[in-house]
């Protein structure tokens, strides 16, 4: 599975972004997927989820209520909309697909490349 990730920028605080992650490979549309994000200075932490059938999305709590995860499996493609964007999120956000909804919040097999989302205050 190769997944790329796209639609990052600056925005100011309280503004909205929408990330995109094109995901290739024959059975990429039955994988878990989910967002990640790196800060400066700081680990990788998760940020969102969603099962193959998006019957099950899964946030951390530093984003819920502000981002919506979603999928459509037709364009093999998921969304992480982002509202009420705070200067905290500045970040590279990351793209990650699993098979298993357990591992994709934790160690997804499968990661694209970062997309820097900057928020100004």
């Known amino acids: 599975v190769q997944l790329q990730a796209f639609g990052g920028g600056l925005v100011q605080a309280g503004g909205s972004l929408r990330l995109s992650c094109a995901a290739s490979?024959?059975?990429?549309?039955?994988?878990?997927m989910g967002w990640f994000r790196q800060a400066p200075g700081k680990g990788r932490e998760f940020v969102a989820a969603?099962?193959?059938?998006?019957?099950?999305?899964i946030y951390a709590d530093s984003v819920k209520g502000r981002f919506t995860i979603s999928r459509d499996n037709a364009k093999n493609t998921v969304y992480l909309q982002m509202n009420s964007l705070e200067p905290e999120d500045t970040a590279v956000y990351y793209c990650?697909?699993?098979?298993?909804?357990?591992?994709?919040?934790?160690?997804?097999?499968?990661w694209g490349q970062g997309t820097q989302v900057t928020v100004s205050s």
């Open positions: 990650a697909a699993d098979p298993t909804t357990l591992d994709i919040t934790t160690t997804p097999n499968y």
């Open positions: 490979g024959r059975t990429s549309s039955y994988y878990a």
């Open positions: 969603i099962t193959w059938n998006s019957d099950r999305t």
